[in-house]
């Protein structure tokens, strides 16, 4: 036990005591301003804002199960002697001396970043290892003249704290890591605003949590503008979504956008699935740009024959020449389609207001003849409103209009893009194949008239991208729409890239980014989550699909190597459900997923129900069951304490990127992984 354990729980205690009182302040504030009935409408807005900014505040104060301070720095006497406790929040006394400091001042840099060669002004750091608000260690680094020479740089800093954390067992939601961020982390976590940034980091290396930081980093830092103009971080799909929507709330940051690429769209009729390898990829190329344009293209026509109308004792005229005429200036006019239709209207009623034999008023006649089904025909004939749904089924539901946007598809694609068209455009359920299409098309298309505010597309002042190495050409210029600024932060692995679209190396991703500044790139080595002995069947993988790449180096040296069992699955000695049920007696209150190929998911559920297993499958509220049953596709950037996967050899050949899928059922678990096949094992783990 160390010294001094009693007296710096005390000091916690102290600083929970200051928290406290923070929330009462803050419910305070609302009795500024008290509105009685026949109050003024400023006192009503005012009475809103303190309430707005109370609730603001009382959300960032609510820590939940999570501990409050992780550490101390001691400075030296040359810049004060000054002592900082390092917390998830700022805290401050009654006369606003500062209990608690905020993880993401500068002066906490010094706790992440101080090494024996460059101590930063540090005496001291104190790393604190706690539960809840009970301090359970102290584990202290001294920086002085003996302790320079004998420390090494990249010695991991906290190691006791951090083991401790490592070791927990997981809930099933991603967890922050803001009292043991190492050095390199920390360097990505603070990195200028502006620009891309860049981030390849192997499995269990931290970087979706890295990245996670850094939009609270940066939230905290540059304030303004960054609150108004918005941080959205964007996930491969809802359950990783699910999986991470803990960690910015921890940290004191709840106002962040969180979306899969589904969502940019409508999270009510674009879901997560995508289509198959072949149509996904064809989907994702930038030639669906030109594509898109020209399907817009077609629905712009002048009129096929002279347009006649009766008004009063007259006929009102228009030409299909001067319809060409009008539709021909309207491309020339306009960057989107929508918002020439009313200028369409304009001209086609001023070409027929000139067209009678006396002198007729254009606005007027509009205003007349606008709900006539001969006019309305004829205009949506000309220049249609359209919504990207619209456009989409329309096209999609026939080959000819899918040859006219392309006539270099082939037959195959052509047959690939096309669908029946549906009655209602607006209740098709399109895919996250389609996501990029229908963004597409609503940038060329544009809002509808008078729809500006709600069909606009938003754009932030920062993006954090997870999985990019995944996307496609189509979602990345989707991504770069959003874009204000160019700023953002993209994460991922070429080594796990298993889409239609997976990438090989960064330049063929950031090609595709904003390039208003240069790009900082950074890499990710030591790994956190997998032990050393799972880490080294997973790299004779990771040899095979990515021999460029440096597998990370583990901190965790010990643990168990992976077990293989030969056995049919249904085996009721050796089979699947014997091993998962050795694997959660071994593991006591972690979590554990099954991982397989998409095609066996049925196949499975169906062996654990007849064997009375409960298990859970994955949904948007994340991994809540102890055993999960998981396809492989959606298992990355999750982890759990246990892995049992399931025949690799099927996984290994059901896609194209067979071998990079099973790496990833290879390093989802942080303490053991067993790997079940009844046929033979692919060569790469012979």
């Not at 539960?131 to 102290?138: E, F, G, T, V, Y």
């Not at 239609?500 to 030591?526: F, G």
Request: proline share 4%.
């Amino acid at each position: 036990m160390h010294p001094e354990l009693e007296v710096e729980q005390a000091y916690v205690d102290k600083a929970y005591f200051y928290l406290e009182s923070a929330r009462l302040r803050a419910l305070d504030l609302t009795d500024m301003v008290e509105v009685g009935r026949g109050g003024t409408n400023q006192a009503r807005f005012e009475k809103e804002a303190i309430w707005e900014s109370v609730a603001g505040r009382l959300e960032e104060l609510d820590l939940g199960e999570a501990a409050l301070i992780f550490g101390r720095i001691d400075q030296e006497e040359g810049l004060g002697g000054n002592r900082f406790y390092i917390g998830r929040i700022g805290v401050w006394n009654e006369t606003q001396d500062p209990i608690v400091v905020d993880w993401r001042a500068p002066v906490a840099e010094a706790f992440y970043r101080a090494t024996g060669p460059e101590p930063m002004g540090l005496e001291r750091r104190r790393h604190f290892v706690s539960r809840r608000r009970q301090l359970l260690a102290i584990e202290d680094e001294l920086f002085g003249d003996i302790e320079r020479f004998r420390d090494e740089s990249k010695r991991l800093r906290g190691e006791g704290a951090l083991i401790a954390a490592l070791e927990t067992e997981r809930t099933g939601r991603l967890g922050d890591i803001v009292g043991t961020i190492q050095a390199e982390q920390d360097a990505i976590i603070r990195a200028p605003l502006a620009g891309v940034l860049s981030v390849q980091g192997g499995p269990g290396t931290g970087k979706t949590v890295v990245a996670l930081h850094r939009a609270a980093y940066l939230l905290y830092t540059h304030r303004f503008p960054l609150e108004g103009q918005g941080v959205l971080v964007v996930g491969p799909n809802r359950l990783f979504l699910a999986y991470i929507e803990q960690v910015l709330p921890s940290l004191g940051e709840a106002g962040v956008e969180m979306a899969s690429l589904a969502d940019l769209i409508d999270r009510a009729w674009v879901d997560d699935r995508r289509d198959a390898e072949e149509i996904s990829r064809l989907k994702g190329d930038l030639r669906m740009v030109r594509f898109i344009s020209r399907a817009i293209r077609t629905r712009q026509r002048p009129l096929r024959e002279d347009f006649r109308i009766g008004h009063g004792v007259q006929w009102l005229y228009l030409s299909a020449e001067k319809s060409a005429e009008i539709v021909s200036e309207a491309r020339r006019r306009f960057r989107t389609h929508n918002a020439a239709r009313r200028f369409v209207e304009a001209e086609f009623f001023q070409a027929l207001a000139l067209s009678g034999r006396e002198s007729l008023d254009p606005k007027g006649l509009a205003e007349r003849l606008r709900g006539d089904i001969q006019i309305r025909e004829a205009l949506e004939w000309m220049w249609p409103v359209l919504t990207p749904a619209q456009l989409l089924n329309d096209c999609f539901g026939s080959r000819a209009l899918i040859r006219a946007a392309d006539s270099e598809l082939t037959e195959r694609e052509v047959e690939a893009l096309y669908r029946p068209r549906s009655k209602i455009a607006e209740e098709v359920r399109w895919s996250a194949s389609d996501a990029s299409l229908l963004d597409e098309a609503r940038a060329a298309l544009g809002a509808r008239p008078g729809r500006r505010d709600l069909e606009a597309i938003r754009t932030y002042g920062h993006i954090v991208v997870d999985e990019i190495q995944d996307l496609s050409p189509m979602d990345l210029r989707m991504l770069e729409r959003r874009s204000l600024n160019g700023s953002m932060t993209v994460v991922g692995d070429i080594a796990q890239a298993t889409g239609a679209w997976a990438h090989n190396d960064w330049d063929s991703i950031l090609e595709h980014l904003p390039d208003r500044r240069p790009v900082n790139q950074y890499e990710l080595t030591v790994g956190y989550r997998i032990p050393a002995p799972l880490m080294d069947i997973a790299t004779k993988v990771l040899v095979k699909v990515a021999p460029d790449l440096t597998p990370p180096r583990s901190v965790r040296s010990d643990g168990e190597p992976p077990t293989f069992i030969s056995a049919q699955l249904d085996d009721q000695q050796n089979g699947l459900v014997s091993v998962i049920k050795e694997e959660l007696n071994t593991v006591g209150a972690g979590n554990l997923a099954v991982i397989t190929a998409a095609s066996q998911i049925e196949e499975i559920e169906e062996l654990l129900s007849t064997n009375k297993v409960d298990f859970g499958r994955p949904t948007r509220a994340g991994l809540d069951s102890s055993v999960t049953v998981v396809p492989v596709g959606l298992v990355k950037g999750l982890e759990v304490d246990a892995a049992v996967v399931v025949e690799p050899k099927r996984i290994a050949e059901e896609q194209e990127q067979g071998l990079r899928a099973l790496y990833v059922a290879l390093t989802r678990a942080t303490k053991r992984v067993a790997i079940i096949y009844s046929g033979s094992l692919p060569e790469v783990l012979c």
